[in-house]
Protein backbone atom coordinates (compact mmCIF):
# COMPACT_ATOMS: atom_id res chain seq x y z
CA UNK A 1 0.00 0.00 0.00
CA UNK A 2 1.09 3.53 -1.12
CA UNK A 3 -1.09 5.77 1.01
CA UNK A 4 2.03 8.59 2.42
CA UNK A 5 2.04 9.56 6.14
CA UNK A 6 2.67 13.06 6.52
CA UNK A 7 6.38 13.11 6.97
CA UNK A 8 8.25 15.96 9.02
CA UNK A 9 8.52 18.01 5.87
CA UNK A 10 4.76 17.87 5.01
CA UNK A 11 3.52 21.28 4.76
CA UNK A 12 1.47 22.82 7.25
CA UNK A 13 -0.99 25.69 8.43
CA UNK A 14 0.94 28.40 10.60
CA UNK A 15 -0.24 26.17 13.50
CA UNK A 16 1.38 23.33 12.12
CA UNK A 17 -1.86 21.24 11.21
CA UNK A 18 -0.76 19.24 7.90
CA UNK A 19 -2.22 19.30 4.98
CA UNK A 20 -4.45 16.88 4.06
CA UNK A 21 -3.27 14.59 0.80
CA UNK A 22 -5.23 15.35 -2.01
CA UNK A 23 -5.76 12.90 -4.27
CA UNK A 24 -5.00 13.58 -8.16
CA UNK A 25 -4.89 9.94 -9.31
CA UNK A 26 -5.73 7.08 -7.62
CA UNK A 27 -3.39 4.69 -9.04
CA UNK A 28 -0.53 6.69 -7.08
CA UNK A 29 -2.15 5.87 -3.73
CA UNK A 30 -3.93 2.10 -4.50
CA UNK A 31 -2.19 -0.01 -7.21
CA UNK A 32 -4.28 -3.15 -6.56
CA UNK A 33 -7.65 -3.62 -5.08
CA UNK A 34 -5.75 -5.19 -2.36
CA UNK A 35 -4.87 -2.02 -1.05
CA UNK A 36 -8.32 -0.38 -0.89
CA UNK A 37 -9.35 -1.04 2.11
CA UNK A 38 -6.21 -0.40 3.77
CA UNK A 39 -6.24 3.06 2.15
CA UNK A 40 -9.84 4.30 3.06
CA UNK A 41 -9.25 3.28 6.76
CA UNK A 42 -5.57 5.30 6.65
CA UNK A 43 -7.97 8.41 4.92
CA UNK A 44 -10.98 7.51 8.01
CA UNK A 45 -8.42 7.91 10.60
CA UNK A 46 -7.26 11.07 9.20
CA UNK A 47 -10.75 12.05 8.88
CA UNK A 48 -11.58 11.37 12.49
CA UNK A 49 -8.02 12.99 13.75
CA UNK A 50 -9.16 16.61 12.00
CA UNK A 51 -12.63 16.14 13.37
CA UNK A 52 -10.87 15.45 16.54
CA UNK A 53 -8.59 18.81 16.01
CA UNK A 54 -11.64 20.72 14.73
CA UNK A 55 -13.70 20.09 18.22
CA UNK A 56 -10.86 20.76 20.04
CA UNK A 57 -10.56 24.19 18.33
CA UNK A 58 -14.06 25.08 18.50
CA UNK A 59 -13.75 24.25 22.61
CA UNK A 60 -10.68 26.71 22.79
CA UNK A 61 -12.71 29.49 20.55
CA UNK A 62 -15.86 29.35 22.82
CA UNK A 63 -13.38 30.17 25.62
CA UNK A 64 -11.39 32.62 23.88
CA UNK A 65 -14.77 34.37 23.30
CA UNK A 66 -15.83 34.46 26.78
CA UNK A 67 -12.54 36.13 28.20
CA UNK A 68 -12.61 38.85 25.42
CA UNK A 69 -15.59 40.30 27.41
CA UNK A 70 -14.51 40.37 30.58
CA UNK A 71 -10.70 41.69 29.39
CA UNK A 72 -12.29 44.55 27.28
CA UNK A 73 -14.58 45.30 30.60
CA UNK A 74 -11.27 45.31 32.92
CA UNK A 75 -9.42 47.62 30.46
CA UNK A 76 -12.38 49.89 30.63
CA UNK A 77 -12.49 49.88 34.11
CA UNK A 78 -8.50 50.61 34.42
CA UNK A 79 -8.84 53.32 31.94
CA UNK A 80 -11.24 55.12 33.83
CA UNK A 81 -9.14 54.83 37.17
CA UNK A 82 -6.19 56.11 35.34
CA UNK A 83 -8.51 59.77 34.64
CA UNK A 84 -8.97 60.33 38.24
CA UNK A 85 -7.05 63.41 39.99
CA UNK A 86 -6.09 63.15 43.39
CA UNK A 87 -8.30 65.48 44.74
CA UNK A 88 -11.72 63.88 43.24
CA UNK A 89 -14.30 62.36 45.79
CA UNK A 90 -14.22 58.77 45.77
CA UNK A 91 -16.85 57.03 43.63
CA UNK A 92 -19.77 54.67 44.67
CA UNK A 93 -19.44 51.69 42.19
CA UNK A 94 -21.47 48.25 42.52
CA UNK A 95 -18.93 45.07 41.22
CA UNK A 96 -19.58 41.49 41.02
CA UNK A 97 -18.63 39.12 43.51
CA UNK A 98 -20.35 35.99 41.60
CA UNK A 99 -22.72 35.22 38.99
CA UNK A 100 -25.41 36.71 41.01
CA UNK A 101 -23.70 38.27 44.02
CA UNK A 102 -23.14 42.32 43.84
CA UNK A 103 -21.26 45.03 46.47
CA UNK A 104 -21.10 48.51 46.90
CA UNK A 105 -17.87 50.18 47.45
CA UNK A 106 -16.97 53.33 47.70
CA UNK A 107 -13.30 53.99 45.53
CA UNK A 108 -11.71 56.26 46.08
CA UNK A 109 -8.82 58.00 44.05
CA UNK A 110 -6.13 55.21 43.74
CA UNK A 111 -2.59 54.98 41.99
CA UNK A 112 -2.60 50.94 42.02
CA UNK A 113 -4.82 48.58 40.77
CA UNK A 114 -5.44 44.52 42.04
CA UNK A 115 -5.55 42.01 38.68
CA UNK A 116 -6.44 38.51 38.95
CA UNK A 117 -4.07 36.32 37.24
CA UNK A 118 -5.88 33.07 37.53
CA UNK A 119 -5.29 29.81 39.64
CA UNK A 120 -6.59 32.41 42.17
CA UNK A 121 -3.36 34.69 42.23
CA UNK A 122 -4.10 38.27 42.45
CA UNK A 123 -1.24 40.85 42.31
CA UNK A 124 -1.07 44.52 42.41
CA UNK A 125 -0.24 46.78 39.53
CA UNK A 126 0.51 50.22 38.89
CA UNK A 127 -2.42 51.84 36.72
CA UNK A 128 -0.16 52.25 33.98
CA UNK A 129 1.10 48.45 34.00
CA UNK A 130 -2.10 47.34 34.05
CA UNK A 131 -3.27 48.95 31.31
CA UNK A 132 -0.54 47.90 29.07
CA UNK A 133 -0.57 44.09 30.53
CA UNK A 134 -4.57 44.61 29.61
CA UNK A 135 -3.74 45.68 26.64
CA UNK A 136 -1.38 42.91 25.65
CA UNK A 137 -3.36 39.97 26.90
CA UNK A 138 -6.81 41.35 24.87
CA UNK A 139 -4.31 41.88 21.58
CA UNK A 140 -3.13 38.33 22.59
CA UNK A 141 -6.80 36.93 23.09
CA UNK A 142 -8.11 38.53 19.65
CA UNK A 143 -5.21 37.16 18.01
CA UNK A 144 -5.92 33.89 18.85
CA UNK A 145 -9.49 33.63 18.29
CA UNK A 146 -8.64 35.16 14.69
CA UNK A 147 -6.28 32.17 14.85
CA UNK A 148 -9.05 29.54 16.11
CA UNK A 149 -11.70 31.06 13.20
CA UNK A 150 -8.19 30.33 10.65
CA UNK A 151 -7.65 26.80 12.09
CA UNK A 152 -11.36 25.51 12.02
CA UNK A 153 -11.96 26.83 8.27
CA UNK A 154 -8.33 24.83 7.09
CA UNK A 155 -9.48 21.52 9.35
CA UNK A 156 -13.02 21.89 7.55
CA UNK A 157 -11.41 22.42 4.05
CA UNK A 158 -8.89 19.06 4.91
CA UNK A 159 -12.24 17.08 5.95
CA UNK A 160 -13.67 18.01 2.79
CA UNK A 161 -10.56 16.72 0.80
CA UNK A 162 -10.37 13.72 2.19
CA UNK A 163 -14.16 12.90 2.05
CA UNK A 164 -13.51 13.07 -1.92
CA UNK A 165 -10.38 11.80 -1.61
CA UNK A 166 -12.18 8.54 0.17
CA UNK A 167 -15.10 8.75 -2.43
CA UNK A 168 -12.47 8.39 -5.13
CA UNK A 169 -10.99 5.84 -4.04
CA UNK A 170 -14.28 3.52 -3.69
CA UNK A 171 -15.25 4.66 -6.91
CA UNK A 172 -11.84 3.20 -8.76
CA UNK A 173 -12.30 0.07 -6.51
CA UNK A 174 -16.24 -0.27 -7.92
CA UNK A 175 -14.81 0.61 -11.38
CA UNK A 176 -12.11 -2.18 -11.37
CA UNK A 177 -14.13 -4.65 -10.15
CA UNK A 178 -17.35 -3.97 -12.79
CA UNK A 179 -13.74 -4.62 -15.07
CA UNK A 180 -13.04 -8.15 -13.36
CA UNK A 181 -16.31 -8.82 -14.04
CA UNK A 182 -16.60 -7.89 -17.57
CA UNK A 183 -13.03 -9.63 -18.65
CA UNK A 184 -14.45 -12.91 -16.77
CA UNK A 185 -17.59 -12.74 -19.18
CA UNK A 186 -20.07 -10.84 -16.91
CA UNK A 187 -20.14 -7.22 -17.47
CA UNK A 188 -22.34 -6.59 -14.05
CA UNK A 189 -25.59 -5.40 -15.62
CA UNK A 190 -28.63 -7.52 -13.95
CA UNK A 191 -30.71 -8.10 -17.14
CA UNK A 192 -33.40 -5.01 -15.41
CA UNK A 193 -30.53 -2.46 -16.47
CA UNK A 194 -29.99 -4.08 -20.13
CA UNK A 195 -33.17 -3.67 -20.65
CA UNK A 196 -33.43 0.45 -19.35
CA UNK A 197 -30.68 1.82 -21.59
CA UNK A 198 -31.14 5.02 -19.44
CA UNK A 199 -32.03 4.12 -16.09
Request: glycine content about 4%; some cysteine; hydrophobic content about 35%.
Amino acid sequence: MSTRAPSKDAPTNPRGIPFAPFVYKVEDYVSSRAEVDGTMKSFQEMISKYQFMEVNTQRRSAGIKDKVPDIQKTLDTVRFLKTREPDSDPIEATFELNDTLYAKAHVPYTEEVYLWLGANVMLAYPIPEAETLLEGKLDAARQNLSNCEEDLDFLREQITTLEVATARVYNWDVTQKRKTKAEQGNDGETEDEKIAPNG
